[in-house]
DNA sequence: GAAATAGTGTCTGTAAGACACTATCGG
DNA sequence: CCGATAGTGTCTTACAGACACTATTTC
């Protein structure tokens, strides 16, 4: 006999928790930019790096954990978790039957202070090479490519920028999260239109001063 | 004192099984194109239609119970269920702490052979006007989405439609889950360098003769 | 003035939409 | 022949990439 679905039982003939119930944990990777890099937030976990992760508590949402762990193991808020996919395969956790809920998140590189000790920004190029935990590899590449695609035809949507900022800065941002070089003029073209003008201008850098610009108050994409 | 995470627990104080854990359940949006309209598949539950469901067992991955359910509700089998997102408002289920993990699956209407009484395909502009359970309404919006974002530039990739087919057939086919006309030309003109011609003409049918193909075998997208 | 960066204009290739035309079947 | 559908060609528009040129600052 198998326990029926909720939304088909009337009247369950027995109890929910009589069957037995998966532990849920999330993981998440926490990417940011640093240094012209798209960077991962890795935690040590005993003998090897991990990403940042605890299980679900009872009453809690998903997002909730998420930004629990991130609070407690990076020290940072205010954040939005993305939900990636459910990792679900059986012998995935040597110490028994655990769920984990993969999550992307971005924070600026200037928000987060980290204990070194704990957790570090790593390059995404570099973090392939290392021998990670679980399924934690297949994570960063399923987060980088749902980076990608919120990036691909939106300026900072996240955001990471801190504003005012001239299209030359959201340019390297935007080459960052890519991994490659963007066409300047094509850039420009696309982003121009979605931006809003300060009408300022930057001071003190070299070369002719650029245009300051802001986010343009979301017109639902 | 909170639960460590398994990634970060060398030692752990407490078994898992010492925390409270959530049910974990599946819910399928099973789409189908029935009479050219984009249907999804309820089955009665109680007073109110929902998506098929089932708990998740012990040792059994997310992919299995859906099928599973699919298989015990739907009579059917073979399929590719694709992760949407979890559902985990605490309140959601009223009879306790459940998380629900929505899924989308697609079979052609052929191979639906339902116990009427149990469970019908219905076209999902009236699904959207019917008192589903829970959240199966937003579970049903996302497959619609995701389904039309796996057909946008593709064409066939379930798949549906018996081979061979001509490209009328498989612009009806793409009309009825974009939920739109298309254009002939540009369709024509995107989708058949994705097909494969088997040189064949299609017989009995008003008008000129077309040609019959098929689908090309993956290049990877 | 030289170097550096911002901003703009032009050309080309590609692809989509609109439209029209020809081709080939059943009746 | 007529109606219907298949298949193709052409025009226009939009946009991306490539490239070049001008503009304005710091040093």
Not at 32 to 46: I, K, Y
Not at 86 to 107: E, I, K, Q
Not at 110 to 138: K, Q
Request: aromatic share 4%.
């Amino acid at each position: 006999m198998q326990p029926k679905h909720p939304a088909n039982s009337e009247a369950p003939s027995r109890a929910l928790t009589d069957y037995p119930r998966p532990s849920v944990a999330v993981d998440t990777a926490l990417l940011t930019v640093a240094d012209r890099a798209l960077s991962v937030v890795l935690v040590q976990s005993g003998d090897r790096p991990a990403l940042p992760g605890t299980f679900l508590h009872e009453g809690e949402t998903l997002r909730d954990a998420v930004l629990r762990s991130l609070r407690v193991k990076c020290g940072i808020s205010g954040l939005e978790p993305r939900q990636l996919r459910v990792f679900d395969a059986p012998g995935r956790d040597t110490r028994g039957w655990v769920l984990s809920v993969a999550h992307l998140d971005v924070v600026p590189a200037r928000d987060l202070t980290l204990d070194a000790s704990l957790a570090h920004p790593t390059a995404v190029g570099s973090a392939r090479t290392l021998p990670l935990m679980y399924d934690h590899a297949e994570i960063i590449e399923l987060a980088v490519d749902a980076l990608r695609a919120e990036y691909a035809d939106r300026p900072d949507p996240r955001p990471l920028l801190p504003e005012p900022f001239t299209l030359r800065e959201l340019q390297t941002l935007h080459e960052a999260i890519a991994g490659e070089r963007l066409p300047r003029d094509a850039f420009r073209r696309r982003m121009e239109p979605l931006l809003t003008d300060t009408g300022e201008l930057s001071r003190g850098t070299r070369g002719k001063p650029a245009r300051l610009f802001r986010r343009t108050p979301d017109p639902r994409r």
